[in-house]
RNA sequence: GGAGAGUUAUCCGAGUGGUUGAAGGAGCACGCCUGGAAAGUGUGUAUACUCCUAAAGGGUAUCGCGGGUUCGAAUCCCGCACUCUCCGCCA
């Protein structure tokens, strides 16, 4: 969330950045300020009163121990006329609420360089590479592969769980296999620490990156343990430093991890969700960074470059787009998507989504750091994907099938497959 | 799942109603000492909100979290979370 003091001296310029988003409800940055100024009137008689009750009480205290009982009685009466007084201050708690819920409405202020666009056609292509492969044949789509191959089993997992829980089997299963553990060493090669976190979180991590409350329905609730499944790693890799005050020495904080991440993706359907398109668990190697303000967009860019890399090195062709303030997400002040081409479906499918998410999530978290004159200061945060899978497979699928159904499998997956074709 | 014990500042740890934001130790920072270092020694060492134009300096809150009793709570009461020990179950 943003901070308060932040929106009351930059009114202005907030909301001017809020309207790149499209973010109608301005208003509420009206009434944020309205409320943070009556909350500051009230909270100065409330502390006032509580100093003078604090004062008496340990005058009392030292009446009682003089004897002075008469004296001591008088005190408590003032004490209790006070107290009374401090009642209507509870006000307080009702206007830090308000402020709490419109804040938790407010999204993130985009970058400067967020294009200004509404819809995902406004979206600026950055960068494009790869070459898109020419068949002398028909190509097939993914599902039709998978399923000729034994890869993957949609039916099966609806047998067992529901749709959008593929089962992967033999080859299929090996080749996830072989692309988490590639993802994952070239990851830790640039710096990431391999973390394993758990894949059910709590209400407070939950709430922490900002699933809670905005995304509750996006998310499984275990109820009975009041435990969230992970929607993607970010949740549990950026919670680790909740309310931590990070040494200067272990910035800029770097991880990765795999884990499968857990979608209801409620109110998706149609061909979009058609095979690997869009599932409720997926697995995906995450990459996150707590970096020094002042560095965050140099850690973007050298981001968007390595997850760059990483799909150069699959062979696959794409584009980075920087998403416009209509298409972005609501915690993030600039966005790099990558989508690679997946030759059959000709369409781009998103595999990675690189942010910049500033202070916006720390100020939740409180992650913070001592800056250079040993001031506490927020951190920024930072995370893409390195790589989501079943888009990738999907790709490398129906871009590398041959006439006579084979698969070519690009180089740089060659030492983890075991195989140089499947 | 059952029974018991516990949760205090960066860490260890004292503290069972009244100058306790909290003893003591360690760590860390700076200084002295030293040819240099260690040892020794001195000083300092939280966060948030808020008042003040700002600095300086105040005020309030925080001893797992939330609530209650009281003039006054780290200390008493209730609820919750977590940790540890034993028993049970178990990959």
Known sequence: MLLVNFIRQQADYVKERLSVRHFKQLQLVDELISLDESRRKWQVERDELQSKVNAASKEIGSLMRTGDTAGAEKLKAE??????????????????????????????????????????????????????????????????????????????????????????????????????????????????????????VNEASAYGTGQLPDK????????????????????????????????????????????????????????????????????????????????????????????????????????????????????????????????AQEKWLEVSSVSNFESYQTNRMKIRHKDAHGKTQLLHSLNGSSLALPRILAALLENNQTEKGGIRIPAALHPSLGADSI
Not at 279 to 308: G, N, R, T
């Open 216 to 343: 509750e329905g996006q998310m499984y609730h275990a109820t009975v343990d009041n435990f969230y499944l992970i929607p993607t790693s970010e949740v549990p890799l950026t919670n680790i430093y909740r309310d931590e005050i990070v040494k200067e020495t272990e910035l800029p904080v770097r991880m990765t991890a795999y884990t499968p991440c857990f979608r209801r993706e409620a109110g998706s359907y149609g061909k979009d969700v058609r095979g690997l398109n869009r599932l409720h668990q997926f697995d995906k190697v995450e990459i996150v960074q707590l970096v020094q303000p002042e560095k965050s967009y140099e850690a973007l860019d050298e981001m968007v470059a390595h997850v760059e890399r990483l799909i150069q090195s699959l062979e696959l062709p794409y584009r980075i787009l920087r998403l416009c303030g209509g298409d972005m997400g609501f915690t993030s002040a600039l966005t790099y998507d990558f989508e690679v081409f997946s030759a």
């Open 79 to 200: 004490v209790a006329a006070w107290k009374q007084q401090m009642e209507a201050t509870a006000e307080i708690d009702v206007i830090e609420k308000q402020m709490h819920d419109i804040l938790v409405q407010i999204p993130n202020l985009p970058s400067p360089l967020v294009p200004a666009g509404k819809t995902p056609e406004d979206n600026v292509v950055v960068r494009e590479g790869g070459v898109v492969p020419a068949f002398g044949f028909t190509a097939k789509p993914h599902w039709d592969l998978v399923a000729q191959r034994g890869l993957i089993d949609f039916e099966l997992g609806n047998k067992l769980t529901g749709s959008g829980f593929p089962v992967y089997r033999g080859k299929g299963a090996r080749l996830q296999r072989a692309m988490i553990q590639y993802f994952l060493d070239y990851n830790t090669a640039a710096g990431y620490l391999e973390v394993q976190p758990p894949l059910m």
